[in-house]
């Protein structure tokens, strides 16, 4: 189980720098005063994806692009603000939408595999309680293999999110959304996002790691 610690403290970490940085940048307004669905919207349409609908949804960093039906959702801190820290999101995720419609490999293996590790990942844990309560090496092993799944979900997201974050600063740019003097508030804002990623990626590798020295034992 201390294997587990160094992931534990890079993601309290990793959700305190994220939190922060939003926290900070949600306060410093845009100088061309563009929302953040308005700048979806924007790069949306000149990518040539105005099918993709902008919608606003509750929740606090609850922002995502479904590839299933092809929305962008915006959380109303992001939909309706004008700061830098709801452009950079708004932008992160038309991101995602834009690797969606260029079939970006990565995301586009990660949506082919999700409704196998997703209900892997609900599953795993039970299974492998099971084997280690009863004994049983079989539950044991099938458990290990499906968190193997949730690690490897977890690996090729790192390049479907950093790779968003730096189609997001090219198309913020392109599109004028945001100054040559915005780019470094935005790029922090991206940047802390990236970590709760990395965080996550290296958890799931330590608790996989963990759960195979148990088996050993």
């Known amino acids: 189980m201390l294997l587990l610690i160094p992931g534990l403290l890079f993601g309290l970490y990793a959700q305190a720098k994220v939190k922060g940085s939003f926290r900070k940048y949600s306060k410093v307004p845009s ?8 700048a979806a919207r924007r790069i949306l349409d000149a990518q040539g994806l105005s099918d993709v ?7 606090t960093l609850t922002d995502h692009y479904d590839p ?13 603000g004008h700061s830098l820290a709801a452009l950079g999101v708004a932008a992160h995720e038309a991101g995602h939408a834009v690797q969606h419609a260029r079939r970006y490999i990565p995301i586009m293996l990660r949506t082919g595999i999700f409704p196998i590790v997703g209900l892997g990942s609900q ?12 004994h049983h090496p079989l539950l044991v092993n099938i458990g290990i293999f499906l ?17 968003a974050s730096s189609r ?3 198309l913020l740019t392109q ?7 915005e780019i470094d508030s935005t790029k922090s804002v991206l940047n802390a996002a990236a970590l ?10 330590l608790q996989l790691v963990s759960m195979l020295f148990m088996r050993n034992r």
């Open 31 to 38: 100088s061309n005063k563009i929302s953040g669905a308005s």
């Open 123 to 134: 599953v795993w844990f039970w299974i492998f309680l099971a084997g280690m309560f009863f």
């Open 196 to 205: 709760t990623y990395l965080a996550a990626t290296l958890m799931a590798i």
């Open 147 to 163: 968190f193997a799944g949730v690690v490897l979900f977890q690996i090729i997201t790192l390049p479907v999110e950093f790779n």
């Open 175 to 181: 599109q004028g959304i945001i100054m040559d003097s």
């Open 168 to 170: 997001a600063m090219v």
């Open 53 to 59: 609908n902008v919608e606003e949804v509750p929740g």
């Open 68 to 80: 299933r039906t092809r929305v962008l959702r915006l959380s109303q801190t992001v939909y309706q």
